[in-house]
Every structure is written in C-alpha cells, then in structure tokens.
Nanobody, 116 residues
Framework: QVRLVESGGDLVQAGGSLRLSCTTS????????IGWYRQTPGKQRELVAS???????NYADSVKGRFTISRVNAKNTVYLEMNSLKPEDTAVYYC??????????WGQGTQVTVSS
C-alpha cells in the first residue's frame, strides 16, 4: 500500500522559511518521481517541484531560486525547503507521484500560511 504523508506546514511571516516533509511507505523514492503540489481555494492544484529517479529536479517558475526539493532515500522522505516565502505561497501543500495524482489519490496535505 503506497502512502505519502505531508508535514511541516505552519504560519510564517513573509520572507521566512519552512521545510516540508513527505514521509513515504510502500514506494521506493529512489526510483520514482515525487512531486510537491499546492492548492489554494478556487484554483487548480499546481506542481511546484519534482525530483526524479536520477535526482533531476524541476521547479515551477514561481518558486525557482526560492524552493529546493531533496530526498533522503534511507528515510523514505522527500523534503521541500522553502525560503523567501511570499503571501502568494499560501496554500495546502501535497506530495505525490504523477501516477497517483492522475488517478486522483491525494493525502491530507499540510497548510502553509504566509502573512504579509
């Protein structure tokens, strides 16, 4: 059974930093692409960062230079380091595999709120 659990969200002031964690089970993150997505009310969920099996990372233009995705295979955990946070980064953040995202399987997510 594949499971991905997000944590680390919080209320932070603009310019601050947070690190989100995605703890996984039932999946080998070393050979699977894992993405961090976010969603705000009334908007579609968007992919903000991903890390592929070869360690190749990709970022949405809106977060390039501010967010860093990484993983620790031994801990089955994927991280999203978020720096220079802006109010527009406020959202519920989710981690997922592309396949599960396409099939509509999502976890609870973690709330990030950035105050101005």
């Amino acid at each position: 059974q594949v499971r991905l659990v997000e944590s680390g969200g919080d209320l932070v002031q603009a310019g601050g930093s947070l690190r989100l964690s995605c703890t996984t089970s039932g999946i080998r993150i070393s050979i699977n692409t894992i993405g961090w997505y976010r969603q705000t009310p009334g908007k579609q969920r968007e992919l903000v960062a991903s890390i592929a099996s070869g360690g190749i990372t990709n970022y949405a233009d809106s977060v390039k230079g501010r967010f860093t995705i990484s993983r620790v295979n031994a801990k089955n955990t994927v991280y999203l380091e978020m720096n220079s946070l802006k109010p527009e980064d406020t959202a519920v953040y989710y981690c997922n595999t592309p396949n599960r995202a396409t099939q509509g399987f999502w976890g609870q997510g973690t709330q990030v709120t950035v105050s101005s």
